[in-house]
């Protein structure tokens, strides 16, 4: 007998780009994040920009894990190793826990595009009062293929043999 597969189950994402830089109205990677996770059935919850301030972003990543509305956090930038680049940093602040296959995967499908550039991303993921956050480099590059080679699986309850949808019921588990 063959399990049911689930019906799909829109996840509540944030959009957060970190950039000393940009506007949303210059902001390609942003966009990029919202245009994929929106044409895969989710919903976009919130999305702003904030300055290169690991404060700054731990603060908004906390904001947006106490927000019941939000499942998901996806930021993009400031994962290089320049003196400004810190949100891996703010992401070690706030996370309770790490997901390091993330990176690790992230880098490897990085790897066959870009070569050994891709030593240089701190691309990283964590759990934070039970709601994903994920940190993907600043290019729109980076970007697809965070979304199109992992997030926009995991994202989806129907994907198998697990997904990290699946698994939020049980997030919080610890705090109670």
């Known amino acids: 007998m063959t399990a049911k597969t689930p019906e799909f189950l829109p ?8 950039s000393d830089s940009r506007t949303l109205a210059d902001d390609r990677s942003g966009d990029t994040l919202v245009e994929r996770l929106t044409a895969a059935g989710h919903r976009l919850a919130d999305r702003k920009i904030v300055k290169d301030d690991a404060n700054l972003i731990a603060d908004q990543f906390r904001a947006w894990a106490a927000d019941s ?4 956090i996806i930021s993009t930038g400031g994962t290089g190793v ?5 949100t891996p940093e703010a992401l070690e602040a706030v996370a309770e ?3 390091p296959g993330f990176g690790e995967m992230f880098r490897w499908i990085s790897y066959q595009k870009i070569k050994s550039s891709t030593i240089q991303s701190r691309a990283s993921a964590g759990v934070a009062n039970g709601t994903y956050i994920f940190v993907l ?3 729109p ?3 697809k293929d965070g979304w199109d080679e992992i997030l926009v699986h995991q994202l989806d309850i129907r ?3 697990c997904n990290f949808v699946e698994l ?3 997030l919080k588990e610890h705090l109670v």
């Open 11 to 18: 996840v509540n994402i944030a959009v957060l780009t970190v």
């Open 168 to 170: 939020m019921p049980r």
């Open 137 to 139: 480099p600043g290019s």
């Open 159 to 161: 994907h198998r043999p």
């Open 97 to 99: 826990k790490i997901i």
């Open 82 to 86: 320049t003196g400004r680049d810190v």
């Open 141 to 143: 590059g980076a970007c």
């Open 69 to 72: 509305g939000i499942d998901c």
